[in-house]
């Protein structure tokens, strides 16, 4: 249907990328990503009083997002070439729109993802021999590698991901000049480093039908041959070295919702660096991986933790300490087994209905207030954290009368 829109304006309509790659594949469904000669304000034009709509995403890069009111969306772009500046920048200096798809071809990363078809006439257009790489299941750059990681320095992590994520092989010739190219990534925002990084490090959760169960290890040995953990994590020049791929231990047995922290771990063990609460910032935070302060709170914890344990004598305790990240610190934990103890604590504290925190204290500064009235407002904070301390050994305590009995009787010493 749209494609027919298209038609009846003069021109043709053209799926590329993934979804055309995948389906040449086994039929791994991702976005649908068009294109074609028209202009965006040609395609806005021709979509009105259609079933349609088109809202411009990047004007200089001719985006659109085009809806069908059924909520199918797609992503069209115009055909264009482009033009960089010396240095590995993302984004192109310049863009020319063109009508020659040839032209458009050209500036593509890998012969993989340069594949369209066209809808009106369905037929494939191949000019740089992407179907028989897809058959021969190898990953090769477009035109020549100088050029493809001359002109986007993000196009090298790409390389890394989608060798792992589809179980390629890396063209030799291209590998060769990816990791020669890699001082490309200095000129990479942190922003679009991170998000790269992270889809590297989960490449086994992207095209489930056609991955490994282990791409995302797959993923990092490549990472790691490339030599480049400086562009990741800056603060660690004054150490780093190149990582031997026996060192990620925990992070080869991780779930994806601990990938980062058993990486980080296996990184700073590798190193012999202690993870503190300012190191992990440095490496994690908004100088390093960018994440944000919740993130990079929930990793500290999380890899602080075995430290601290030693200075609880009792685990219920340290339970409440780290209560926000306790299911995934117990699972963590697991990967080096370790402390078994604590899993069984905090199931019987579950159990028993112990709080987690001050919200499931059955008593409140209100109650306090109300029945104990001579106890200075001043005074409330330091004594409600004292009695969840209390709750939390004795939780079948935990109900209004004891805990302000208890008040009470700390009251009165």
Same mark, same amino acid.
């Given at each position: 249907?749209?494609?027919?829109?298209?038609?009846?304006?003069?021109?043709?309509?053209?799926?590329?990328?993934?979804?055309?790659?995948?389906?040449?594949?086994?039929?791994?469904?991702? #976005?649908?990503?068009?294109?074609?000669?028209?202009?965006?304000?040609?395609?806005?034009?021709?979509?009105?009083?259609?079933?349609?709509?088109?809202?411009?995403?990047?004007?200089?890069?001719?985006?659109?997002?085009?809806?069908?009111?059924?909520?199918?969306?797609?992503?069209?772009?115009?055909?264009?070439?482009?033009?960089?500046?010396?240095?590995?920048?993302?984004?192109?200096?310049?863009?020319?729109?063109?009508?020659?798809?040839?032209?458009?071809?050209?500036?593509? #990363?890998?012969?993989?993802?340069?594949?369209?078809?066209?809808?009106? =006439?369905? $037929?494939?257009?191949?000019?740089?021999?992407?179907?028989?790489?897809? *058959?021969?299941?190898?990953?090769? &750059?477009?035109?020549?590698?100088?050029?493809?990681?001359?002109?986007?320095?993000?196009? !090298?992590?790409?390389?890394?991901?989608?060798?792992?994520?589809?179980?390629?092989?890396? #063209?030799?010739?291209?590998?060769?000049?990816?990791?020669?190219?890699? %001082?490309?990534?200095?000129?990479?925002?942190?922003?679009?480093? $991170? $998000?790269?990084?992270?889809?590297? !490090? =989960?490449?086994?959760?992207?095209?489930?039908? &056609?991955?490994?169960?282990?791409?995302?290890?797959? &993923?990092?040995?490549?990472?790691? %041959?490339?030599?480049?953990?400086?562009?990741?994590?800056?603060?660690? *020049?004054?150490?780093?070295?190149?990582?031997? =791929? *026996?060192?990620?231990?925990?992070?080869?047995?991780?779930?994806?919702?601990?990938?980062?922290?058993?990486?980080?771990? #296996?990184?700073?063990?590798?190193?012999?660096?202690?993870?503190?609460?300012?190191?992990?910032?440095?490496?994690?935070?908004?100088?390093?991986?960018?994440?944000? &302060?919740?993130?990079?709170?929930? !990793? %500290?914890?999380?890899?602080?933790?075995?430290?601290?344990?030693?200075?609880?004598?009792?685990?219920?305790?340290?339970?409440?300490?780290?209560?926000?990240?306790?299911?995934?610190?117990?699972?963590?934990?697991?990967?080096?087994?370790?402390?078994?103890?604590?899993?069984?604590?905090?199931?019987?504290?579950?159990?028993?209905?112990?709080?987690?925190?001050?919200?499931?204290?059955?008593?409140?500064?209100?109650?306090?207030?109300?029945?104990?009235?001579?106890?200075?407002?001043?005074?409330?904070?330091?004594?409600?954290?004292?009695?969840?301390?209390?709750?939390?050994?004795?939780?079948?305590?935990?109900?209004? =009368?004891?805990?302000?009995?208890?008040?009470?009787?700390?009251?009165?010493?």
């Amino acid at each position: 249907m749209l494609s027919e829109l298209f038609f009846k304006n003069g021109f043709l309509l053209y799926i590329v990328g993934g979804y055309v790659r995948n389906a040449l594949m086994d039929g791994c469904s991702t #976005d649908v990503d068009l294109a074609g000669a028209a202009t965006s304000d040609e395609v806005i034009g021709f979509l009105k009083s259609s079933e349609f709509t088109a809202a411009v995403v990047n004007k200089k890069l001719g985006t659109l997002l085009i809806k069908h009111k059924s909520g199918q969306n797609f992503e069209y772009t115009t055909f264009r070439s482009e033009n960089y500046l010396k240095g590995g920048s993302h984004s192109p200096a310049s863009v020319k729109f063109v009508t020659d798809i040839r032209v458009d071809a050209k500036r593509r #990363d890998f012969t993989a993802n340069a594949i369209y078809y066209d809808i009106k =006439n369905k $037929k494939i257009i191949d000019f740089y021999g992407g179907i028989e790489d897809i *058959k021969n299941k190898v990953l090769r &750059a477009v035109e020549t590698p100088q050029f493809v990681f001359e002109s986007d320095g993000l196009r !090298i992590l790409r390389f890394i991901r989608l060798a792992a994520e589809l179980r390629f092989k890396p #063209d030799p010739h291209t590998l060769e000049v990816a990791v020669k190219c890699k %001082s490309q990534l200095k000129d990479i925002s942190h922003e679009r480093f $991170k $998000k790269e990084f992270l889809l590297i !490090i =989960n490449a086994d959760s992207k095209h489930i039908n &056609a991955t490994q169960a282990q791409a995302h290890i797959k &993923a990092l040995e490549l990472f790691n %041959s490339f030599e480049i953990w400086l562009f990741v994590m800056p603060a660690l *020049k004054p150490y780093l070295k190149t990582l031997s =791929n *026996k060192s990620f231990v925990l992070f080869n047995k991780a779930p994806p919702s601990l990938r980062l922290p058993a990486l980080l771990q #296996d990184i700073f063990t590798a190193l012999k660096i202690e993870p503190t609460r300012q190191i992990i910032n440095l490496v994690a935070g908004h100088k390093g991986l960018m994440l944000n &302060a919740n993130e990079v709170d929930e !990793i %500290s914890k999380i890899l602080t933790a075995q430290n601290a344990l030693t200075k609880y004598k009792d685990l219920r305790l340290f339970i409440l300490e780290y209560a926000f990240v306790i299911t995934k610190l117990i699972e963590f934990l697991k990967l080096s087994k370790t402390h078994a103890k604590l899993e069984e604590v905090y199931t019987n504290m579950k159990k028993e209905g112990a709080p987690f925190c001050l919200k499931d204290l059955k008593i409140n500064g209100n109650d306090i207030k109300k029945h104990l009235p001579h106890i200075k407002f001043n005074n409330y904070a330091g004594i409600l954290t004292k009695t969840l301390h209390y709750a939390v050994k004795y939780p079948q305590h935990n109900n209004k =009368n004891a805990l302000l009995e208890y008040v009470k009787t700390m009251n009165n010493e």
